[in-house]
């Protein structure tokens, strides 16, 4: 009997255990359970409050498009392209809404991209996205052509051989991701525009072929969030296209990355011809020519003066020259002409810089007794801080693509102030040159 209630108390024993463990298992999947699910919903939010985030912080400018854009529903989305502006802001907007001048005084009707992503990330919508944008001109990606019946334009505000901002490369990655989940597209569906696009014969082609844009030729996919590159291009592969070596170089051969450290150049050189800088814009009279002499030349007046196979050696191009601005960015204090008359409620404003005859550099907030602003100090609205030109830090490297332009002001001492189309010699720009970018 003793034996049996033993028996008896080792089975209970037993039974509890056996209760006892199946009980934490339960409550250990419980606990896992929701523990995982509160990880999945965490990261969930996460993403979809930047998403949100970013929808709501986008520009809506639809309502300023070309009256003269016909809206069309697009049948089909199967690319999104990437372009770079070639352009300011203002002047981008400006263009992708309203059109763009082309020969004959003909302007184009406007609706030429999406979306208009700024250098500081703000994202403008053009255009709803159903519609179709005229974004893309003759193009073809694998056999079929006109693009631009077929994809989304993104238009990126910048130079194609400058590079693009961090702030644009996080906006555009967001853009991306829920353009890619709207219309089922992956990351090799999207392409930039001079990946796309194709040229008729010219002096350098026999036969159709890429090079016709370098838009977007610096564009990171890295940085934009995508994995997929294309290694190579499927309508040279197939002999429907003559290749572009620039091109080629650029997107098809190994150690892409590296070679976005070395943007293309603006100046002509033996390998780097007036088409692998300008593309079809290399005979605009928007495009400038600086000969190694200084002297300007419009790009439609190259072919009848010096001939495109004899352009000099190190003349530089310059992209989409507005016409030069008759008023100059520089004002000058002088009796009748006051601090006020010129800058209006901005003359007291940290963006506004005086540059007094001593040579001392101001902002607007830094004075108190404006009564005795001496005559003759010059006065600079809408900058940001100068910046110091070093050997390191040149004036290209500070102010880009735009370094000889009207709307760069510099400083040299001892007291000159000029802006960037006034100066010659770029390399001989004595110690103490400030520049002063617009904002
Ligand atoms: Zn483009």
């Not at 697009?74 to 690319?79: A, D, M, Q, V």
């Not at 016709?212 to 590159?229: E, P």
């Not at 800088?277 to 020519?289: C, H, R």
């Not at 009748?336 to 101001?362: C, E, M, Q, R």
Request: glycine fraction near 8%.
């Amino acid at each position: 009997m003793q034996k049996i209630n033993k028996n008896i108390h080792r089975f209970d024993i037993y039974v509890v255990l056996q209760k006892f463990f199946v009980f934490s298992f339960i409550v250990f999947l419980v606990l896992f359970q929701t523990q995982s699910e509160s990880f999945a919903s965490g990261r969930y939010y996460k993403t979809s409050s930047e998403i949100k985030n970013f929808q709501r912080s986008i520009i809506d400018y639809r309502k300023y498009i070309g009256k003269r854009f016909k809206k069309k529903i697009r049948k089909k989305t199967k690319y999104i392209i990437i372009h770079t502006s070639e352009l300011g802001k203002d002047s981008t907007l400006k263009v992708v809404l309203k059109g763009k001048k082309i020969t004959n005084g003909y302007r184009t009707p406007g609706g030429h991209a999406h979306y208009v992503i700024a250098r500081n990330g703000k994202t403008y919508r053009t255009l709803d996205k159903k519609y179709r944008a005229d974004h893309a001109g003759l193009s073809m990606w694998q056999g079929q052509e006109n693009i631009s019946d077929i994809s989304i334009g993104i238009e990126l505000v910048g130079y194609h051989n400058y590079p693009l901002t961090n702030q644009q490369y996080k906006s555009v990655s967001i853009l991306l991701k829920i353009l890619k989940k709207i219309y089922y597209l992956s990351d090799k569906d999207i392409l930039t525009h001079s990946q796309i696009a194709y040229g008729k014969p010219n002096p350098w082609f026999k036969k159709n072929h890429r090079g016709r844009k370098r838009c977007a030729q610096n564009f990171d996919r890295k940085k934009a969030g995508l994995t997929y590159h294309w290694t190579y291009d499927p309508d040279v592969r197939s002999g429907r296209l003559l290749a572009d070596p620039s091109l080629t170089s650029y997107f098809y051969t190994p150690a892409i990355t590296s070679k976005l450290n070395h943007l293309p150049s603006n100046i002509i050189t033996k390998k780097n011809s007036a088409w692998s800088i300008a593309g079809e814009a290399y005979n605009l009279s928007s495009t400038i020519y600086i000969l190694p002499d200084g002297k300007k030349l419009p790009g439609n007046s190259i072919g009848s003066t010096i001939g495109w196979n004899f352009l000099p050696l190190y003349t530089k191009v310059i992209l989409n020259k507005q016409k030069p601005e008759m008023k100059t960015v520089i004002k000058i204090i002088r009796d009748g002409a006051t601090a006020w008359s010129h800058a209006g409620i901005l003359y007291n404003d940290k963006h506004t810089f005086y540059i007094l005859p001593s040579g001392n550099i101001v902002s607007g907030t830094q004075i108190s007794d404006w009564d005795d602003l001496p005559l003759g100090t010059r006065l600079i609205i809408g900058y940001k801080h100068p910046v110091s030109i070093t050997k390191k830090q040149t004036a290209f490297s500070i102010a880009g693509h735009e370094y000889n332009s009207e709307n760069i002001v510099y400083y040299i001492p001892e007291n000159k102030v000029v802006t960037g189309n006034q100066i010659k010699g770029f390399h001989h720009l004595p110690k103490g040159t400030k520049i002063f970018l617009p904002l």
